[in-house]
């Protein structure tokens, strides 16, 4: 059986100010198992929106293969494309603007259902009840506007209106952080629930290595538009194996004061460097701690050590 | 005890008629590091710029003293001010790009801190720059920001702020817009600032990693008031306030069980027009007596440093 995403060598580049274009994603691989969530990770601007608007139709790619539940959506028709949007749902970072504020929140999470002819005037009245209950909201809520609702209650609707169509996969980017500290916890409860109920494949989007830790089957580490490294959560947090993965974690700065001041530091040297330039050989070896010469000139191919797929030629 | 650096007491802000700060207070000693904790909207950058005499218009201080060391600065003059700030008293921003001119240099920008010209005082902003980890400064010095990236931003606006040797510096998230590897490099280098040059610092973040990483002491503020404040190894060991020990339990950790519930807190943050007469966290909180949504609790001494303002802590450890 095939899985519920496939994505094969994906490239998104697009038009840059200065002449070369930003390649954003370049030549990233990954799968995502039913009912497995996949955590995709890295600092900002390493691409992992365009790998998710990618996922979700939104983004054309400039090369590769995405398939959702083996359908290719690279090149793919509207129709079909249509078709695969109701089984790949998003939900994205802020719930603010991703509600239309004048339509009431039970229209905006009926919308997808009367829109694809699923359901309509009873029926879609009681579905719409049960999404509502389903993500801790109540049915009387249904004639309320966004504006009556509080951050972590919208974020709620979004994904209630994402899981109208009983999506194969969900997509989340950055899906709490936008969302007050005290009122993350509701929704990441919410998340492991549903993916409990349903059985759903997610690719969870955050730059927050322990919200990745708490929700995720597997990790992905993405730098500058390409992995470098992915493996089962728990093989990737006590044993990364990509420099980079292990800088990023040790960055991490803990909320307990023991811990956090015990941790050896893996300080970084220097910014990431802008994916209209990216360096040659391996992306990461201007910053690179164990750098060797190999590095500046030959790209790392990902392969398996231990339970992790790497790109590091020293791994 | 060293006398303190910067002192607050029973600071009050209003907005027209809503009290968005009610009479908090703490002090800050040379060398020590305080956070400023608390969610979106509950006051940390108002407090900050009332510190900073730099509060907008609409809002008032309507009580309340800021002390930097023994001076009052409530009662100064504009001109006098002028003369502190950036001198003795500094602050930095989350978003460094916005707080630099961007048609100046960065050399001609931090000799400013000085009241310099920069050729007068080149060789010192060259070691400002090198001390807070630019590399090539000789370089950098005659750049102008939209050449720096955000990070390398912030450690010009630190060099700016610190350039001047001030007693007291007020960062506001200064790496809330960073990287997780350069929010590293930036607190590290905080650290070190404030252990090398005795600079009391008042970092304000709503992150409580970056509190465990670097502050000697936190001050958690809710909705305004201040809800627990101590040395950080005390709170975070064994918090008293229902809040705090919600909040630290509610955050996903590296050491948890992967997904196990989290602790919720139930309901969500006041808006300043929604302030009920007791407890602002009454409302949500799981201890919650009769008397928190009618009464405010005081902020009372609890021993070995710390201050609690509930009627039913945790533990009970307020000195007999
Ligand atoms: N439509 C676009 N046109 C040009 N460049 C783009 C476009 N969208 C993204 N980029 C660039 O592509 C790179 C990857 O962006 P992307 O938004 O995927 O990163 P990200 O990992 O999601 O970052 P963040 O953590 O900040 O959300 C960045 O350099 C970004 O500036
Ligand atoms: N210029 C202003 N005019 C009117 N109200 C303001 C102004 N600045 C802040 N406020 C209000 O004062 C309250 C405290 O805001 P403040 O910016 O201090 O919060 P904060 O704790 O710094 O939050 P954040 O974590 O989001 O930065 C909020 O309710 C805010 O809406
Ligand atoms: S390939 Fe080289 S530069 Fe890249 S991560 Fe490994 S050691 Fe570092
Ligand atoms: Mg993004
Ligand atoms: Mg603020």
Known sequence: MSHTLEITDLKVHFPGRHGAPVRAVDGVSLHVAAGETLGLVGESGCGKTTVANATVGLQAPTAGSVRVQGTELAGASRSVLRDVRARAQMVFQNPVTSLNPRMTIGAAVGEPLLVRGRAAGRALRDQVAALLEEVGLRAEHAGRYPHQFSGGQRQRIVIARALALRPALLVCDEPVSALDVSVRAQILNLLVDLQARHAMSTLFVSHDLAVVRHVCDRVAVMYLGRIAEIAPRDAIFAAPRHPYTRALLAAVPEPDPAVQRAKPRLPLAGEIPSPANPPAGCRFHTRCPIVVDQCRHEVPPLRRVGDSDVACHLA | ?320
């Open chain 2, 1 to 320: 005890m060293t006398p303190a650096a910067l002192t607050v007491a029973a600071l009050s802000l209003d907005l027209g008629p809503t009290r968005l700060v009610d009479g908090i207070g703490f002090s800050v000693a040379p060398g020590e590091v305080m956070a400023l904790v608390g969610e979106s909207g509950c006051g940390k950058s108002v407090t900050a710029q009332a510190i900073m005499r730099l509060l907008p218009d609409a809002i008032r201080q309507t009580g309340g003293q800021v002390r930097l060391g023994e001076e009052d600065l409530t009662a100064l003059p504009e001109r006098a001010m002028q003369a502190i700030r950036g001198r003795r008293l500094s602050m930095i921003f989350q978003e460094p790009q916005a707080a630099l001119d961007p048609l100046d240099t960065i050399g001609a920008q931090i000799a400013e801190a000085l009241r310099q010209p920069l050729s007068r005082v080149r060789a010192e902003v060259r070691r400002m720059l090198e001390d807070v980890g630019i590399s090539d400064p000789e370089r950098r010095i005659d750049q102008h920001p939209f050449e720096l990236s955000g990070g390398m931003c912030q450690r010009v606006m630190i060099a700016t702020a610190l350039i001047a040797r001030p007693a007291v510096l007020i960062a506001d998230e200064p790496t809330t817009a960073l990287d997780v590897t350069i929010q590293a490099q930036i607190l590290d280098l905080l650290r070190r600032l404030a252990i090398e040059r005795r600079t009391a610092v008042v970092l304000i973040t709503h992150d409580m990693g970056v509190v465990a990483d670097i502050a000697d002491r936190v001050c958690v503020m809710y909705a305004g008031r201040i809800a627990e404040a101590g040395p950080v190894a005390e709170i975070f060991a064994a918090p008293m306030h229902p809040y705090t020990a919600l909040l630290l339990a509610s955050i996903p950790r590296l050491s948890d069980v992967p997904k196990s519930p989290l602790a919720v807190i139930a309901g969500q943050v006041p808006a300043p027009g929604e302030y009920g007469p007791g407890c602002r966290f009454a409302n949500r909180c799981p201890r919650a007596e009769p008397r928190c949504a009618t009464t405010t609790p005081p902020l009372l001494a609890a021993g070995q440093g710390r201050e609690i303002a509930c009627f039913a802590p945790l533990a009970d450890r307020r000195a007999p």
